[in-house]
């Protein structure tokens, strides 16, 4: 358990657009820890960057008093840990392991799943459209009766899930597919009001006009066509 | 913990994952009901009812609650059961953050390198996977040097995470070896993983609970010969 010290020195090396580093900003923001970040360039990395991560050469990369970690999924976890204030984990084991799973249950199926609509047209896409609805379903069942996956606050799901609120259904708009209609996700829905009630997932998540600018950009990078 | 603990583990007999689960529940002294689940057969009710999102094993079910993903149930024992040496997680947030990321790494890029190079027919991709496999396996070895410390285990003097989620492949290993004479962990290449595999084998929490490798050679046999039927028949 580190105290809070003035030689504490944090540093995330992440990126603006990125849904996994923002994560690591909304809960180093949640814990009131104060942070240097260094945006990267992932078209052209740093070395920096291949010194402190060189398995993954990925942002987002924590530095703590020189140590770096990475993974976004172990850093949340490591911030948890080490600064007590507002936990984002539950306390109890199995609410735990139910918060780990549905963590990764976003980051390794959502997100792989979801990546595959942009690229695709015609009945491809829909299919993938359909795998991604069959597995957000999983997630509206959760949210039901809760503000927040993690009950009335916001805990270690909901900032994982960000990926969903704030890139999949921004997504949506460029390519024209409404992935997450309101009517088969309500709860859905409802949650990503909840997040934007929130200050926290206010300050830290990419500004909609200049996020929405750069997917587009992206996009028609890929030749991906736009809607 | 309470007087009534019910827990039960379905999982299948030849899995690494499962293994996993099963040397958690022994490090802590935890008796348990073992299920063995037919996967060639039927899922039964009660794994397709715990675990609803992925219908796989292991699952790990404490007093009628199931907890699933091998790393997580590993977790979720050392917590539960957290009066009970030895701890399976280091307890400093950065010692623990290296177990998890060095699991997370075995699970996410190593081993599915590895199952890539080994299915694969073609000679090209093998070759090309293998050596993401070896450049791994040498990583793997700076990560036990780092995170044992000198020590006997990547969780220092005792069993922890990492011992637990790379040792859980060791007896495919050694039956893939006896089989094909192809050795993954090389004694001459990554030295110190080499002894650790035997030290983790031969440990008095793992060498009773990991299935015999002769048992996990005829199970790839049959493996092989079932993937073959298949292919011949479509």
Redesign the interface.
């Known amino acids: 358990m580190?105290e809070r010290s003035e030689s504490e020195e944090v540093k995330l090396l992440g990126m603006w657009a990125s849904p996994f580093s923002r994560r690591i900003e909304i809960a180093l923001t949640l814990k009131g820890v104060s942070y240097e970040f260094s945006e990267e360039d992932i078209t052209n990395k740093s070395s920096l960057l291949l010194q402190l991560n060189p398995?993954?050469k990925m942002i987002p990369v924590l530095v703590?008093n020189g140590?770096p970690?990475?993974?976004s999924?172990?850093?949340l976890?490591?911030i948890d840990?080490?600064w007590r204030d507002n936990p984002i984990l539950p306390q109890d084991?199995?609410e735990?392991?139910m918060a780990?799973?549905w963590a990764?249950?976003v980051d390794e199926q959502i997100y792989v799943t979801a990546m595959k609509v942009v690229g695709k047209i015609g009945e491809e896409r829909d299919a993938v459209v359909e795998a991604t609805r069959d597995l957000l379903m999983?997630l509206e069942k959760e949210l039901v009766g809760k503000d927040f996956f993690g009950g009335r606050s916001l805990g270690f799901v909901d900032i994982v899930a960000t990926l969903v609120a704030f890139w999949l259904m921004r997504t949506e708009e460029i390519v024209g597919v409404k992935v997450v209609p309101v009517d088969k996700f309500p709860e859905i829905h409802r949650w990503v009001k909840n997040l934007l009630g929130n200050d926290v997932i206010k300050k830290c998540i990419p500004p909609e006009d200049e996020h929405l600018q750069y997917i587009r950009a992206r996009m028609e990078k890929l030749n991906v066509k736009s809607a | 913990m309470g007087e009534e603990e019910e827990v039960k583990l379905l999982g299948t007999w030849y899995s690494p994952v499962v293994l996993r689960a099963k040397i958690a529940l022994r490090l802590k002294s935890v008796d348990y009901d073992y299920v063995e689940e037919d996967l060639f057969g039927s899922k039964s009710e009660l794994l397709l009812k715990s675990n609803p999102?992925y219908k796989k094993v292991p699952v790990l079910i404490?007093n009628s609650?199931p907890?699933?993903?091998s790393l997580?149930?590993v977790?979720?024992i050392d917590?539960?059961w957290n009066s009970s040496e030895p701890s399976i997680l280091p307890s400093h947030?950065?010692d623990?953050?290296l177990a998890?990321?060095w699991s997370?790494?075995v699970d996410d890029?190593w081993f599915q390198a590895l199952m890539a190079a080994v299915v694969t027919k073609s000679e090209d991709a093998k070759a090309k996977g293998m050596e993401e496999v070896e450049e791994g396996l040498l990583?793997l070895e700076d990560a036990f040097i780092a995170l044992s410390k000198g020590k006997s285990f990547f969780g220092g003097e005792t069993i922890g995470l990492m011992d637990i989620c790379l040792g859980s492949f060791l007896v495919f290993f050694k039956a893939r070896e006896k089989l094909k004479k192809e050795k993954i962990l090389d004694e001459l290449k990554t030295p110190s993983l080499y002894r650790w595999a035997n030290r983790f084998l031969s440990d008095e929490m793992v060498k009773n609970v990991v299935p015999e490798i002769d048992r996990v050679a005829k199970f790839i046999v049959e493996l092989e010969d079932r993937a073959q039927s298949v292919a011949l028949s479509s």
């Open positions: 580190a398995v993954y703590h140590k970690i990475s993974e999924l172990v850093i976890e490591y840990e080490t084991p199995y735990k392991a780990r799973f990764k249950f999983f | 999102v404490h609650k907890v699933c993903e997580n149930i977790e979720y917590e539960t947030p950065h623990r953050a998890r990321f997370a790494f890029k990583q």
